[in-house]
């Protein structure tokens, strides 16, 4: 300890800000975060700018974008409104690729959590049932599940998270082994707390932000997946979603083009900026890759 | 000897996993709202009453339900998957007709994502801020962003209107009356577009990695050594910096296997592929559950002798695991 105090101390700033400070300096993060947001909004109040009934058949089948002013964004093989189903169907999309990530995460933490804080043969027991899920592809297994139990949104974000969970897991285990060993836990076990307290209370703050990113990807995977499985048909037909609209639309894809890509462009926007942000807050949490 | 015993044990909890499988198949029939043995029957399908007490009589369906688990296991053992009520054949037989095209698919789609994905690396890892890192920057995001099913049907929009190179379904042409070797060529020619779009997802992955680990290789002692001795260029590329390089790419590419085998679901659907994806999804659509938990069991035993072969490749290309022995 030196005696000479510095001549201006630099003002102290907490971590979470000192992250949103790097965070807004990265220009892809940024963009990824309006990108979103703009998405977000779209499929949020967009039905209220152009409402309408997605199922219902509007103009002649296969119009291309741009040449009918009532139907802006063409139509599809039945003649149904695109705009309308792109702007519907965005819902189930998000909302089941944000449920299944939050189940993927109680899941995942849950499990990778006790699994890292005890040790010993439980956390054998559970990284062995980690592997084993690892092993299940996970898309056969997502359709198994929404097979045997009837299709439905909910049982696609419970298909889609139960498949998901191992790598939260491993991530949260190995977190929880390396913060127990800290100085602040063994400083919480010796004032008398006990291990639920020491677990969610002391360790999983100081391990969010690797979780929090890791949650994000895992959104943008889960978006994949919820696309993929409607795309075979077998989420709820009575739900539009884009990749229902890319299924149904494949077999006229060489007269119309314009059914199937429009909603591949939502996709891929949707999980290229949920990727950014997942990318931009990796960096602003690691202090050591924000050189790169 | 440490290898034989290691493979063994690795054998050992493979054979674990599968069994794991099972009888997770098993708790999902019971699990599954209705009957057991009409979720077995399959749902849609017109069972009679006959055909139900076949089915009660074969897994015990009245009996514990521990026995009926072990009355399960056994069957299995024994290679009875159970039947397929819609095609009335055996699930296994139906399997094994399918197994050939999903390897056949999803191996073409690994080495074209490995090789590409390798060679655009080290090219990009010699100008970390060149033109090629660019590119890999691109082929990154769409390999993760884009959804597989979607630049498979992009890529039949280029190819079966735009530029009619490649043939956009199925294995084989309809019209197809060859020999072996133009039965060969007519499926390579098939296999083209369906692999290279699996392939991208896997490429996008293949390449960050291998630009990464190239470039943290080219920084080593040894490479600055072999350049400090006067070899070539490629030498010191290919021979001193990619080996070392390459042992990421292996662990990663067995990690990927049971992702290839989803993504291989998708395009097998996109491309009218014939394999046990197609399979897999028929049977979704005709409730054929035998069918489905033979397919799910078949693609897990797939991944463990995929990570198998792994494992043992990532000791013949890293020696010091060989002799380490944990």
Known sequence: MSLVQPAAAPEAISPLREAWIVYRRNRPAMFGTLLLAVIVAFVLYGTFLYAGDPYEIVWAPQTPPGTEASVPLGTDYLGRDMLRGLLKGGGPTLSVGAAAAIITLLIGVSLGGIAGYFGGWLDDLLMRVTEFFQVLPALLFAMVVITLFSPSPITTAIAIGVVLWPQTARLTRAEFLKIRELEYVTAARSIGARNGRIMWRVILPNALPPLIVSATLTVGVAVLFQAGLSFLGLDDPNTMSWGLMIGTNRQYVLDAWWPVTLPGVAIFLTVFAVSLVGDGLNDAFNPKLRER | ?326
């Open chain 2, 1 to 326: 000897m440490g290898s034989i015993a290691y493979i063994a044990r690795r054998l050992v909890y493979g054979v674990i996993l599968l069994i794991g499988v099972l009888v997770l198949n098993f708790f999902l029939i019971h699990a599954a709202p209705g009957d057991p043995a009409e979720t077995i029957a399959g749902a849609m399908g017109g069972a009679t009453a006959e055909m139900m007490a076949d089915i009660r009589a074969a897994y015990g369906l009245d009996k514990p339900l521990l026995t009926q688990l072990a009355i399960y296991l056994g069957r299995v053992a024994h290679g009875d998957f159970g039947m397929s009520y819609y095609f009335d054949q055996p699930v296994i037989s139906l399997i094994a007709a399918r197994v050939g095209p999903t390897v056949l698919l999803v191996l073409a789609a690994q080495l074209i994502a490995i090789t590409l994905g390798v060679a655009m690396g080290v090219l990009a890892a010699r100008k970390p801020q060149g033109l090629m890192s660019g590119f890999v920057a691109v082929v990154s995001t769409i390999g993760y962003a884009a959804p597989v099913f979607w630049t498979g049907i992009l890529l039949i929009i280029l190819f079966a209107s735009i530029i009619p190179i490649f043939p956009v379904s199925g294995m084989t042409g309809a019209r197809f009356s060859g020999g072996s070797a133009a039965y060969v060529v007519e499926v390579l020619y098939h296999l083209a577009l369906p692999a290279f779009t699996l392939a991208i997802i896997f490429l996008a992955q293949y390449s960050r990695l291998s630009r990464a680990s190239m470039i943290d290789v080219l920084g080593a002692d040894y490479v600055r050594t072999a350049r400090a001795k006067g070899l070539g260029e490629g030498k010191v590329v290919f021979k001193h910096a990619l080996r070392n390089a390459v042992l990421p790419i292996i662990t990663v590419a067995g990690i990927q296997f049971g992702n290839l085998i989803s993504g291989a679901l998708l395009v097998e659907s996109v491309f009218n592929w014939p394999g046990m994806g197609r399979l897999a999804f028929d049977s979704v659509l005709r409730r054929d559950y035998p069918m489905l938990l033979g397919i799910l069991f078949f693609a897990a035993l797939m991944v463990v002798v995929a990570n198998l072969l792994t494992d043992l490749s990532y000791r013949i290309a890293d020696p010091r695991i060989r002799t380490g022995g944990r």
